[in-house]
T-cell receptor, first 115, second 112 residues
Framework: NAGVMQNPRHLVRRRGQEARLRCSPM?????VYWYRQLPEEGLKFMVY????????ESGMPKERFSAEFPKEGPSILRIQQVVRGDSAAYFC?????????????FGSGTRLTVV | ELKVEQNPLFLSMQEGKNYTIYCNYS?????LYWYRQDPGKSLESLFV?????AVKQEGRLMASLDTKARLSTLHITAAVHDLSATYFC????????????FGTGTRLQVTL
């Protein structure tokens, strides 16, 4: 039973390029969350999705960032026209509905470096 | 807005010693989680605390929750070097479905 799968593990982009981060939730999990971690800081909530629905995007920057969780395939976090300040570790987590006391299961993260 | 604070932010302790990490949160919640993160790695779930007075123990770590005081503690007994990591508490914000708000983290370094 594979855990939460994120790819790529490391991503280098030049300023102005697009970054696409992928997340496949654990089997049986229908809820996906994206978090961002800046160096030496805690995790900051970005967005919470269910299949084909964005439930809470209160942590997403207003511009350049978008997320989706299609009916088929992984969840995608997309960052357009990346800037140096976007360099961070992006973690995806999944859970069954309502958490049920288990909390999230986190993926290994994608470390984005903007040069 | 829910705020979660941990202290200390950094803790250096000798092997064999005991210490406690504190996690305070600002609004009502009845669900709190503790995670461990090793450098460059993902987050590992340690404890889930679901009710007032809950206490969980695993090895040298023990976590407790006081919802009235809005306080959780992570107690380390007879620390060993393998416990060196960053520890995060995270709180479910009541009324916001499954969204977790994380504390700032406590970086623990256990020295010989």
């Amino acid at each position: 039973n594979a855990g939460v799968m994120q790819n790529p593990r490391h991503l280098v982009r030049r300023r102005g390029q697009e970054a696409r981060l992928r997340c496949s939730p654990m089997k049986g999990h229908s809820h996906v969350y994206w978090y961002r971690q800046l160096p030496e800081e805690g995790l900051k909530f970005m967005v919470y999705l269910q299949k084909e629905n964005i439930i809470d995007e209160s942590g997403m920057p207003k511009e350049r960032f978008s997320a989706e969780f299609p009916k088929e395939g992984p969840s995608i976090l997309r960052i357009q026209q990346v800037v140096r300040g976007d360099s961070a570790a992006y973690f995806c987590a999944s859970s069954p509905p309502g958490l049920d006391g288990y909390g999230y299961t986190f993926g290994s993260g994608t470390r984005l470096t903007v040069v | 807005e829910l705020k979660v604070e941990q202290n200390p932010l950094f803790l250096s302790m000798q092997e064999g010693k005991n210490y406690t990490i504190y996690c305070n949160y600002s609004t009502t919640s009845d669900r709190l989680y503790w995670y461990r993160q090793d450098p460059g790695k993902s987050l590992e779930s340690l404890f889930v605390l679901l009710s007032n007075g809950a206490v969980k123990q695993e090895g040298r770590l023990m976590a407790s929750l006081d919802t009235k005081a809005r306080l959780s503690t992570l107690h380390i007994t007879a620390a060993v070097h393998d416990l060196s990591a960053t520890y995060f508490c995270a709180v479910v914000n009541t009324g916001t479905a499954s969204k977790l708000t994380f504390g700032t983290g406590t970086r623990l370094q256990v020295t010989l």
